[in-house]
């Protein structure tokens, strides 16, 4: 069994920072891609931005030179550096990884972890 664990979340001042993180654990044999996505009240869930094993990286317009995605391999930990929040920041942030396991990719959640941006 496979777990996505997020921490980080919590009531930030608008134009503040904040910083997710995601730890994976559980019986893998490695991790492609890890990504946060976030789901706003009313909306429906959308990407916020995707990292690659090696590195690469991906983000949402909307997040665009405010958050900053990376990944720490070895200890199998995605993050997610959020500057210069605004409340429409507002969301449940959620992990989400691409695990193999037994020799299949599997795609893992993690429960969510709130942000609100005050203004």
């Known amino acids: 069994q496979v777990q996505l664990v997020e921490s980080g979340g919590g009531l930030v001042q608008a134009g503040g920072s904040a910083r997710l993180s995601c730890v994976a654990s559980?019986?893998?044999?490695?991790?492609?891609?890890m990504g946060w996505y976030r789901q706003a009240p009313g909306k429906q869930r959308e990407l916020v931005g995707l990292?690659?094993?090696?590195?690469?990286?991906n983000v949402a317009d909307s997040v665009k030179g405010r958050f900053i995605i990376s990944r720490d391999n070895a200890q199998n930990t995605v993050y997610l550096q959020m500057n210069s929040l605004k409340p429409d920041d507002t969301a449940v942030y959620y992990c989400?990884?691409?695990?193999?396991?037994?020799?299949?990719?599997?795609?893992?959640w993690g429960q969510g972890t709130l942000i609100t941006v005050s203004s």
């Open positions: 559980g019986r893998i044999f490695s991790i492609s891609t």
């Open positions: 990292v690659s094993s090696g590195g690469t990286t």
């Open positions: 989400n990884a691409a695990v193999l396991v037994d020799y299949r990719y599997l795609e893992v």
